[in-house]
């Protein structure tokens, strides 16, 4: 399998301000690595570096063996705070079908009926074709973030980045929008990075997962990350891992409640 993203010592700046430092890794080819730290660790600051929309940093960093500006039309970046602007009436399917515009450049009156096509045929893999017609305001968290999903996986990306997709959501909503990514992950075979604040509803299709506050803390397997030494240098000593068959589960105290809202 070839590492589809790598950095070595990257050192991500804004204005000459170090946000996160010395961070090293490899993602290989259709892994999913869930990214954790506490608020201000640079969890965005490194999804907005992938993505190829920020650039200030030293060290090195490549998307698809190409510098990550290069790399843009391959990645699909979801990002936390999503802005439609909601005096707007769009329904799903508008919403979805922008995903499909905006990697043509250029803008269109009429949308190309196999836009439309494949944003119907995006929908009903993400099993939510009903909602085609439905103003997109009008729907729940869960429901918009899997459509925002969907407008994504119009781009045909080979990396998917979100930040923070299940923060906003109430328990059964993070387990529709997780299935909706495990989904992706087996059938898609992408390339995905997740960042959260809560990793026990993602920890089943997490392959790697990074710890960073402001650097680099832990990178490895859910197992090797995962434990009460390493959890506890940033989420206090009240943090513990536990075992339940096979995966590991974290109690955090730390809980973010803002941010993540659509
Ligand atoms: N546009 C910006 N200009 C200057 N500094 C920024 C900018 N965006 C982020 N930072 C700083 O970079 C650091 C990392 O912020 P970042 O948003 O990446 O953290 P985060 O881990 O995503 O936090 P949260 O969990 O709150 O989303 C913080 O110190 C923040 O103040
Ligand atoms: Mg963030």
Do not use: W
Not at 36 to 51: C, D, E, M
Not at 75 to 83: G, M
Not at 160 to 180: F, G, H, N, R, Y
Not at 206 to 230: C, H, Q, T, W, Y
């Amino acid at each position: 399998m070839e590492n589809v993203i790598e950095a070595e010592d990257l050192t991500i700046t804004y204005n000459g301000k170090v946000a996160v430092k010395n961070l090293t890794f490899k993602l290989k080819e259709g892994e999913t690595l869930l990214l954790l730290g506490p608020n201000g660790a640079g969890k965005t600051t490194l999804l907005k570096v992938i993505a190829g929309i920020h650039s200030e940093y030293t060290g090195k960093i490549t998307v698809l063996g190409k510098s990550p500006r290069e790399s843009r039309g391959y990645v699909a970046y979801v990002p936390q705070t999503i802005t439609l602007n909601s005096e707007i009436p769009l329904t799903v399917l508008e919403v979805v079908t922008m995903g499909g515009l905006y990697k043509e450049g250029i803008v269109h009156f009429n949308v190309p009926s196999e836009i439309v096509k494949k944003s119907l045929e995006v929908l009903g893999f993400l099993g939510i074709k009903n909602l085609a017609n439905k103003p997109f305001r009008e729907l729940s968290g869960g429901q918009k973030q899997r459509v925002i999903i969907a407008r994504a996986l119009m781009s045909d990306p080979k990396i998917l980045l979100l930040d923070e997709p299940i923060s906003a959501l109430d328990p059964k909503a993070k387990a529709t929008v997780t299935s909706t990514l495990s989904k992706i992950k087996e059938e898609l075979n992408l390339t995905m990075i997740i960042t959260t604040h809560d990793v026990n509803p993602l920890i089943e299709i997490g392959d790697k997962v990074m710890l960073i506050n402001k650097k680099l803390v832990a990178f490895g397997s859910p197992e090797e990350v995962l434990r009460d030494e390493v959890i506890s240098t940033i989420y206090g000593p009240s943090s513990k891992t536990v075992k339940v068959g096979e995966r590991v589960y974290c109690i955090i105290g730390d809980v973010h409640l803002g941010g993540g809202k659509i």
